[in-house]
């Protein structure tokens, strides 16, 4: 296998199987009470944000830079969630919402195994709410 052909990039169907992981992610968002205090930090209108996370993960996951293309005044995933109040709860409650999405896209295991345990930390590297 080609060093392209396994980035999750690849691995979850390109950038469409990405834009369908996105999409699933706030589906799942929106319809499961459970996701209540999660979607609370989010406007009423999910379709910037939608396109937002698509491109980002496009990106991360080893596809196309569209996300720096149409923000490049946000290169930092950190600094574009400071102003959120991100404590343990939240960070999970982002993570199960995501593996939700992973069933609804039905996102492969190869790619689950690679994507999940980095999100995972990813989620609790944004959380805010520790002592300085």
Not at 32 to 49: G, N, Q, T, Y
């Amino acid at each position: 296998m080609s060093p392209a052909a396994s980035t999750p990039h690849a691995l979850i169907g390109g950038t469409e199987g990405v834009r369908r992981l996105a999409d699933a992610f706030y589906d799942v968002m929106e319809r499961e009470p459970a996701f209540a205090v999660l979607r609370a930090i989010h406007a009423a209108d999910l379709a910037p944000m939608r396109e937002r996370l698509a491109d980002w993960l496009v990106q991360w996951m080893g596809g196309p830079r569209l996300y720096a293309e149409k923000h490049p005044e946000r290169g930092c995933i950190v600094s574009a969630h400071a102003a959120f109040a991100i404590d343990q709860r939240l960070a999970d409650q982002w993570m199960a919402c995501m593996r939700r999405a992973f069933d609804a896209a039905e996102a492969p295991a190869e790619f689950r195994a690679m994507v999940e345990p980095v999100m995972a930390g990813m989620c609790q590297g944004l959380r805010n709410d520790r002592a300085a």
